[in-house]
Nanobody
Framework: QVQLVESGGGLVQAGGSLRLSCAASGRTFSSYNMGWFRQAPGKEREFVAA????????YYADSVKGRFTISRDNAKNTVYLQMNSLKPEDTAVYYC?????????????????WGQGTQVTVSS
């Protein structure tokens, strides 16, 4: 099990950028594949991006491809989500999550551990 804490959310104008961080506790962070999800009011939790334990593989939702970048620093037990060219429809609570397998990496139900979320609001 790993404990996750997100930070970096806030209010930004459309076209702006934010970088989210997810700090993990535990010495086994480098063995976990990590994902970012988001949930807007009244909507289901939605996959955003995933990164393999080594950082060598990444995977993105079509809606964010080319605008968002997921990365990780295993020495700092942290995963990041760089968000550029933000749109009002990106407004949501963003969550990071951890799991052991790389399969079905876009499925929220496949992740074992979750952070508490950080709010991102993009104004038009």
């Amino acid at each position: 099990q790993v404990q996750l804490v997100e930070s970096g959310g806030g209010l930004v104008q459309a076209g702006g950028s934010l970088r989210l961080s997810c700090a993990a506790s535990g010495r086994t962070f480098s063995s976990y594949n990590m994902g970012w999800f988001r949930q807007a009011p009244g909507k289901e939790r939605e996959f955003v991006a995933a990164i393999s334990w080594s950082g060598g593989s990444t995977y993105y939702a079509d809606s964010v491809k080319g605008r968002f970048t997921i990365s990780r620093d295993n020495a700092k037990n942290t995963v990041y989500l760089q968000m550029n060219s933000l749109k009002p429809e990106d407004t949501a609570v963003y969550y990071c999550a951890a799991r052991s397998s790389w399969l079905r990496r876009n499925r929220a139900e496949e992740y074992d551990d979750w952070g508490q979320g950080t709010q991102v609001t993009v104004s038009s």
